[in-house]
């Protein structure tokens, strides 16, 4: 499918391009070069392809941009906190002068970035405009993102509960992504706040970690499942159910 072919080319260009230009630069310009070459550009075809399967106006509508960022800021300190604790307990507060640049590339910019590409932008269209069902188009997602890691993993097993952890994170912000009304700043107030507790609190230089950090993250799942449930029956009920799981017909209220 197109969204598809958009997607796969969008993920290997902007950090190829990136690459390929900053080497091995640091510090503020690694950073804007981060920004400018690896994330910008796919920001703005997933706009332009947003405006040809819709319409200009409705784009970051779309996209989720037009959702609600303080009150997903809000969220996801609350219900991160607990992770930001338990990482806190057992590794120590790491500032230093690279820190804001570190947080920037490792949580910021990925956590945007990656929200819009793979929930935004493919999960988003493949259900939303696409008609796929909740399953297939967040497996697809979730399976890429998963796959988008496995570099990290230093041995097959480690790489295996890479593709893992990143893939159960894929199916749980799409399933946030929905669920808030197609606000596509909760899943990036969650993704940015545990990638920025991991950075001010090292404890793995890759996205598995210890055993116990797995553990940290499963309960910020849960707790933003209750929550997330809580919300949906104060709206009236939940977005994904019945045939919405595997199917939907074009312009089924799910959309909206």
């Not at 999960?123 to 008609?131: D, E, H, K, T, V």
């Not at 697809?140 to 295996?160: D, I, P, R």
């Not at 545990?194 to 950075?199: G, R, S, T």
């Not at 707790?223 to 009920?237: D, N, Q």
């Amino acid at each position: 499918m197109p969204i598809i072919a958009v997607f796969l080319w969008l993920d290997h260009f902007h950090l190829d391009l990136f690459r390929a230009v900053a080497g091995d630069w640091n510090g503020a310009t690694r950073t804007w070069a981060l920004a400018l070459l690896g994330y910008l550009p796919h920001w703005i075809v997933a706009l332009g392809v947003a405006a040809l399967l819709t319409r200009p106006r409705h784009a970051a509508r779309a996209l989720g941009l037009d959702g609600r960022p303080l009150r997903a800021l809000v969220l996801g300190l609350l219900l991160t906190a607990p992770m930001a604790l338990g990482l806190a307990l057992k590794a120590p507060l790491t500032l230093d002068a690279d820190t804001p640049h570190a947080l920037m590339r490792h949580a910021l910019l990925p956590g945007c970035g990656e929200e819009l590409l793979y929930r935004g932008l493919l999960f988003g269209l493949l259900f939303r405009i696409a008609g796929w069902g909740f399953v297939p188009a967040a497996l697809t997602g979730a399976l890429l993102f998963g796959a988008a890691h496995l570099s990290q993993g230093g041995s097959a097993v480690e790489a295996a509960g890479i593709f893992a952890i990143t893939a159960l994170g894929g199916v749980w912000f799409a399933w946030l992504y929905v669920e808030w009304d197609f606000d596509l700043w909760v899943p990036v107030a969650f993704h940015v706040l545990m990638n920025a507790w991991w950075v001010v609190f090292p404890v793995a230089d890759n996205a598995l970690g210890p055993l116990w950090t797995v553990g940290l993250r499963l309960l910020v799942i849960a707790l933003s499942v209750g929550v997330t449930l809580a919300y949906a029956r104060r709206r009236g009920g939940r977005r994904i159910r019945g045939r919405h799981w595997f199917w939907i017909r074009a312009n089924s209220s799910v959309m909206r």
